[in-house]
C-alpha cells in the first residue's frame, strides 16, 4: 500500500493541482454523553458561560475553516457552505456538520474538525455540571466521531 502523503521518511503536502475544482460536500457527526441535569440547563439557557448551542456552533464554523492550520497536511481550499445541526437526544447532543466546497479536495476534514470543535466547546461550557465531588467527568463523554457522507460531483454546482 502507498501513502500519497510519504515520500520515503518525509511527509509532504500532495499535488492537487492537476485536479479540476468540483463540487464537494461531507457530512460529519458526533455525539456528548451528558448528565440529564445538565442538558435541562442547555435546553433552559441556564449555562453560566452562557448559551451553549450557539457558542458551539460558532466555534465548530471558526474550526472549520482553521483546518489546514490544524491539521498539517490539509489544502486551505475555498468553502462555500458550514451548517450544523443540534440535536438534543435522551442522553446527551448529536452534533452534524455539512461542508460544502467547490475544489479540488474533499471536506471530510474541515467537517470532522468542525464537529469535533463544536463538541468540546459543549463539554467546556457544561464542564462544572458534569464534574463529582472528586473533580472528575464520570459520566461525559464524546463517542461516535465520523464522516456519514463524502460527495463528489463532477457536474456543475448545485
Known sequence: MEFSHLEGEKVRMV????????????????????????????????????????TANVAGVLAVKKTPELIPMCHPIPLTSISFDFKIEGEGIRVRCTVKSLGKTGVEMEALVGVS????????????????????????SIEHLRVLEKKKEVTKFP
Not at 29 to 41: C, D, P, S
Not at 124 to 131: A, F, G, I, N, R
Open 15 to 54: 499535488d492537487i493541482s492537476s485536479k479540476e475544482d468540483v463540487f464537494r460536500m461531507a457530512i460529519a457527526e458526533g455525539f456528548i454523553r451528558l448528565r440529564k441535569e445538565t442538558i435541562e440547563a442547555i435546553i433552559n439557557n441556564k449555562v453560566a458561560k452562557g448559551n451553549v448551542l450557539t
Open 117 to 140: 470543535v463544536a463538541l468540546l466547546t459543549i463539554w467546556d461550557m457544561v464542564k462544572s455540571l458534569e464534574k463529582d465531588e472528586t473533580g472528575n467527568y464520570p459520566l461525559a
